[in-house]
């Protein structure tokens, strides 16, 4: 038990580093607008492994982020919101990890869709809603032209949320049909009884 809750986190510390790593592919116009790749393998190792080590993973990336000196600085506040808060909730993806391992165990390509699309746009929901309270509350003073630090914030962090969930959706849907195994950890507790062996021998 020791030795395969290790792997999880192994595993989880993998992934943040990961996501971090393309956290610097240069997919940014300004400021403000950035598709963040990061998100395409975090929130695979959220339906991969679930809830709780989703959250330490993502709290983990959002932790690297000082590490390597890619942090934008106005006040402690600001800081932890958009490094700390923001990423940890990239997690609640994995409340649907159950979900998206059953349908793709099914071979139910309509639900692991569903499910996959769903689960994607609720983690990144949760994540860029804490960017667009820190856009209206910290970086107001930057929109343009006057414009409301409400309208600025929701634009700016809309499009990128949504920007970044088409392109983990897209990505993740093809790994679904190409490699559905990357889902279905053999040590899984969500593998159906009598399916493991058939569903892992047949990928």
Known sequence: MLSKNLGVWIEGTIIAALAMALSFIPIDIGSSFSISLGMIPMTLYCFRRGFVPGIV???????????????????VPQVLIEYLFAFLFIGFAGLFAKNVQLAIQNNSRKDWMKWIIIGTLVGTVARYFWHFVAGVVFWGEFAFGG??????????NGASGLATAIAT?????????????????????????????TFLNSK
Do not use: E
Not at 147 to 156: A, E, G, I, N, T
Not at 178 to 189: H, I, N, Q, T
């Open 57 to 75: 993973a993502s709290f983990l990336w959002g932790v690297l982020h000082f590490v390597v000196g890619k942090v934008y600085f106005l006040s």
């Open 169 to 197: 959706i897209m990505v993740l849907s093809i790994l679904a049909v190409k490699a559905p195994a990357l889902f279905v950890p053999k040590d899984s507790r969500f593998l159906l009884k009598g399916a493991r062996s």
């Open 147 to 156: 414009m409301s630090p409400v309208v600025f914030s929701l634009v700016m």
